[in-house]
């Protein structure tokens, strides 16, 4: 994106004719004031502080945001992108949950067939899901714009985002676990994609037998459950998880938490941190504790290190077993190999984020004011000189944790996750606080008393989560923004009602101080994590299909069109194909004519070549309604189980004659 010097020199000169006009002015009524800027602003009320923000914040008409968030839609099963810094919802990417606006699960067969595909062995065909982490694909440490991968927390599922057209192209019910929590983030080159699960599974890796009560559960909790660490294996072409060579690493019933991928000095490396090292099972209405009180017990957690790089060679080496369709490494053989370590980390842990160098591991802990930074270079020399200081009881080494701890930053009250600037400089969320905290990180990039030093805090409204900032989880970090994901929103936007929209507040880091430029409801689902690219990246993102294609496999499909005169209607049997049109403003055929019982196979062509061309295909009284991006093809396949006339009409507004768009099915 190129620079507009002149604009940029404008907005800064019009700014400050703002902030003197507020100085000055008068005072006008708003509509007396039109046209002129300053007495606009002080109708309005508007402080020299508020039109800074708004200057810095405001994208013109027709003009474009330097970076977009990739944020997860939690509850609502979806992503959403946002521009920044205008802090506008640029596009809603449906993954786990059904769609009506494109028609995302409703009769289009090739989301039909990747929604129940991604549905198996959960014991039914979901159509929801629980966005939490979503991780963008990386070349060398750097977002590449290729792809983009987001967990189903609830599900134990991941889906794949091919981001040359933005949509959804495969979903993975992961195998051997219930939930999915620990990452998800990508190796370096996008090698594997890693997702760990959050709550532990009863008989992850074996039979369970029959007849077991809660006693025998709560009792044998040790010993029966599991987590996982799963290392997807990525098809670097197509961006698709290939199963076959991927592979878990079974871990302890540990809760694991939050992960991140290590980088440069890190590379092959990755980090799980963990809650309830207790083993607590609840059963509170028995005279049990709760799991609450019982997993805050320890003064520490376990920090879970993973060579990923060597695990790989001991699947290739035939040291993993196949379990549900994926190699899984024993925590016997993890031992044996050398793969996996433990570290003390404070407890109740739900942050651990690798610096742009590799070499320092943040780890904060909710109950605790500190953040913990681990070195990578201390680790290392712990494991090869064997520092530990005893096992757990699944005889996993643990490290001695004064041996690795780099640094301790005290920030405030309840600190979460970190993101980095290009700096050298670290943002923490503090969750009881309501703050992000900006502090120095050690060599090389502060040294002396400017090492691990607290230097900046501002407030945020209210319970802040995440952050992120531009390019943040990367070894190339951009700084200038910072985006605080508030849980709460309270008296920040219009009472509407009893469920409050979540709210996320845009940070500028480019000053001395931090700013707050803009509060954004967010009213959809409850984003818990993002990650800010910049908009270059997908600068030439697909506008437009050769006709016929299948955006799930980006191939022409079979019995697509490629031109109006090549529709048709063909009978076989009970079975009827339909070879359809679409093109402002009419669907060829537009008059279909069948019996009850048969099957109707209609192959739907977009047959557009213009950008935006979007057309709707709607069949009333049997759920189905597609939406077609131009040069897009679908299928749609279905049994007419009752007489009568149905209409189906283009449900996307496309052109004058959008309402003429319409035709008749007539079962006989």
């Given at each position: 994106?190129?620079?507009?010097?002149?604009?940029?020199?404008?907005?800064?000169?019009?700014?400050?004719?703002?902030?003197?006009?507020?100085?000055?002015?008068?005072?006008?009524?708003?509509?007396?004031?039109?046209?002129?800027?300053?007495?606009?602003?002080?109708?309005?009320?508007?402080?020299?502080?508020?039109?800074?923000?708004?200057?810095?914040?405001?994208?013109?008409?027709?003009?474009?945001?330097?970076?977009?968030?990739?944020?997860?839609?939690?509850?609502?099963?979806?992503?959403?992108?946002?521009?920044?810094?205008?802090?506008?919802?640029?596009?809603?990417?449906?993954?786990?949950?059904?769609?009506?606006?494109?028609?995302?699960?409703?009769?289009?067969?090739?989301?039909?067939?990747?929604?129940?595909?991604?549905?198996?062995?959960?014991?039914?065909?979901?159509?929801?899901?629980?966005?939490?982490?979503?991780?963008?694909?990386?070349?060398?440490?750097?977002?590449?714009?290729?792809?983009?991968?987001?967990?189903?927390?609830?599900?134990?599922?991941?889906?794949?985002?091919?981001?040359?057209?933005?949509?959804?192209?495969?979903?993975?019910?992961i195998p051997n676990i219930q939930t999915s929590h620990g990452g998800v983030f990508a190796t370096?080159?996008?090698?594997?994609?890693?997702?760990?699960?959050?709550?532990?599974?009863?008989?992850?890796?074996?039979?369970?037998?029959?007849?077991?009560?809660?006693?025998?559960?709560?009792?044998?909790?040790?010993?029966?459950?599991r987590g996982a660490s799963s290392w997807l294996k990525i098809d670097q072409k197509t961006g698709?998880?290939?199963?076959?060579?991927?592979?878990?690493?079974?871990?302890?019933?540990?809760?694991?938490?939050?992960?991140?991928?290590?980088?440069?000095?890190?590379?092959?490396?990755?980090?799980?941190?963990?809650?309830?090292?207790?083993?607590?099972?609840?059963?509170?209405?028995?005279?049990?504790?709760?799991?609450?009180?019982?997993?805050?017990?320890?003064?520490?957690?376990?920090?879970?290190?993973?060579?990923?790089?060597?695990?790989?060679?001991?699947?290739?080496?035939?040291?993993?077993?196949?379990?549900?369709?994926?190699?899984?490494?024993?925590?016997?053989?993890?031992?044996?190999?050398?793969?996996?370590?433990?570290?003390?980390?404070?407890?109740?842990?739900?942050?651990?984020?690798?610096?742009?160098?590799?070499?320092?591991?943040?780890?904060?802990?909710?109950?605790?004011?500190?953040?913990?930074?681990?070195?990578?270079?201390?680790?290392?020399?712990?494991?090869?000189?064997?520092?530990?200081?005893?096992?757990?009881?699944?005889?996993?080494?643990?490290?001695?944790?004064?041996?690795?701890?780099?640094?301790?930053?005290?920030?405030?009250?309840?600190?979460?996750?970190?993101?980095?600037?290009?700096?050298?400089?670290?943002?923490?969320?503090?969750?009881?606080?309501?703050?992000?905290?900006?502090?120095?990180?050690?060599?090389?990039?502060?040294?002396?008393?400017?090492?691990?030093?607290?230097?900046?805090?501002?407030?945020?409204?209210?319970?802040?989560?995440?952050?992120?900032?531009?390019?943040?989880?990367?070894?190339?970090?951009?700084?200038?923004?910072?985006?605080?994901?508030?849980?709460?929103?309270?008296?920040?936007?219009?009472?509407?009602?009893?469920?409050?929209?979540?709210?996320?507040?845009?940070?500028?880091?480019?000053?001395?101080?931090?700013?707050?430029?803009?509060?954004?409801?967010?009213?959809?689902?409850?984003?818990?994590?993002?990650?800010?690219?910049?908009?270059?990246?997908?600068?030439?993102?697909?506008?437009?299909?050769?006709?016929?294609?299948?955006p799930m496999t980006m191939q022409v499909m079979a019995g697509s069109i490629q031109k109006a005169?090549?529709?048709?209607?063909?009978?076989?049997?009970?079975?009827?194909?339909?070879?359809?049109?679409?093109?402002?403003?009419?669907?060829?055929?537009?008059?279909?004519?069948?019996?009850?019982?048969?099957?109707?196979?209609?192959?739907?062509?977009?047959?557009?070549?213009?950008?935006?061309?979007?057309?709707?295909?709607?069949?009333?009284?049997?759920?189905?309604?597609?939406?077609?991006?131009?040069?897009?093809?679908?299928?749609?396949?279905?049994?007419?189980?009752?007489?009568?006339?149905?209409?189906?009409?283009?449900?996307?507004?496309?052109?004058?004659?959008?309402?003429?768009?319409?035709?008749?099915?007539?079962?006989?």
């Amino acid at each position: 994106m190129k620079t507009n010097k002149s604009g940029i020199s404008r907005v800064i000169t019009l700014s400050a004719l703002f902030i003197l006009g507020l100085i000055t002015s008068c005072g006008k009524s708003e509509e007396a004031a039109s046209g002129d800027p300053m007495a606009i602003a002080k109708a309005r009320g508007l402080s020299p502080a508020d039109v800074e923000r708004a200057v810095k914040t405001f994208v013109p008409p027709g003009k474009f945001d330097d970076y977009v968030i990739f944020a997860s839609g939690g509850h609502s099963g979806q992503m959403h992108l946002i521009g920044v810094p205008s802090m506008r919802i640029l596009k809603t990417i449906p993954v786990f949950s059904n769609e009506s606006w494109s028609g995302y699960g409703y009769g289009n067969q090739g989301i039909e067939e990747m929604l129940n595909k991604g549905s198996e062995g959960r014991g039914t065909n979901l159509r929801w899901g629980d966005t939490h982490h979503p991780a963008l694909s990386e070349t060398e440490g750097d977002y590449d714009g290729r792809f983009c991968y987001i967990n189903d927390r609830a599900n134990g599922r991941i889906g794949m985002i091919d981001l040359t057209d933005f949509k959804t192209k495969q979903i993975l019910a992961i195998p051997n676990i219930q939930t999915s929590h620990g990452g998800v983030f990508a190796t370096p080159n996008t090698e594997y994609v890693h997702i760990s699960a959050k709550v532990p599974k009863a008989y992850a890796f074996s039979e369970s037998p029959t007849g077991l009560t809660k006693k025998d559960h709560l009792e044998k909790y040790k010993d029966i459950y599991r987590g996982a660490s799963s290392w997807l294996k990525i098809d670097q072409k197509t961006g698709r998880f290939l199963l076959d060579e991927s592979f878990q690493i079974e871990l302890p019933p540990y809760n694991q938490d939050l992960a991140d991928a290590g980088k440069e000095v890190s590379f092959g490396w990755g980090f799980i941190n963990s809650y309830n090292t207790e083993l607590a099972t609840g059963g509170n209405k028995d005279g049990g504790t709760s799991i609450e009180t019982g997993a805050s017990k320890n003064d520490f957690d376990f920090l879970h290190i993973i060579n990923w790089e060597k695990a790989a060679q001991v699947v290739k080496a035939g040291k993993a077993k196949k379990i549900n369709g994926i190699n899984v490494i024993s925590i016997q053989t993890a031992v044996a190999e050398g793969l996996l370590y433990l570290a003390p980390e404070p407890k109740s842990p739900h942050g651990v984020d690798v610096s742009p160098d590799g070499n320092y591991i943040t780890v904060s802990g909710k109950l605790d004011p500190h953040s913990t930074i681990y070195g990578m270079d201390l680790i290392k020399k712990a494991i090869a000189e064997k520092n530990f200081e005893g096992t757990d009881a699944y005889g996993i080494p643990i490290i001695r944790y004064k041996s690795i701890v780099a640094g301790q930053v005290e920030l405030g009250a309840g600190p979460l996750h970190t993101q980095y600037d290009d700096k050298g400089y670290a943002y923490t969320s503090l969750f009881l606080e309501n703050a992000v905290v900006k502090w120095s990180l050690g060599p090389p990039y502060f040294t002396g008393d400017k090492a691990w030093k607290v230097v900046d805090k501002i407030s945020t409204s209210y319970n802040i989560g995440h952050l992120t900032t531009a390019h943040g989880d990367t070894r190339k970090p951009h700084g200038k923004y910072c985006i605080a994901m508030n849980k709460w929103s309270i008296d920040r936007h219009p009472k509407m009602g009893t469920l409050l929209p979540q709210n996320f507040q845009l940070i500028d880091l480019t000053g001395a101080k931090m700013q707050i430029l803009v509060d954004m409801p967010i009213g959809i689902g409850e984003p818990h994590y993002a990650q800010t690219a910049s908009m270059k990246l997908f600068e030439k993102s697909l506008q437009v299909y050769p006709i016929g294609t299948d955006p799930m496999t980006m191939q022409v499909m079979a019995g697509s069109i490629q031109k109006a005169e090549d529709t048709r209607i063909e009978r076989n049997g009970n079975t009827v194909d339909v070879y359809l049109s679409v093109i402002r403003s009419s669907f060829t055929p537009d008059l279909i004519e069948c019996k009850r019982g048969d099957r109707i196979r209609i192959h739907v062509t977009n047959i557009e070549q213009t950008p935006d061309a979007t057309h709707g295909f709607a069949i009333p009284e049997y759920n189905i309604n597609l939406s077609l991006d131009a040069g897009e093809a679908a299928l749609v396949d279905f049994i007419v189980s009752k007489p009568g006339s149905f209409s189906m009409y283009c449900t996307e507004f496309c052109s004058a004659l959008h309402l003429e768009m319409q035709g008749w099915i007539i079962v006989s």
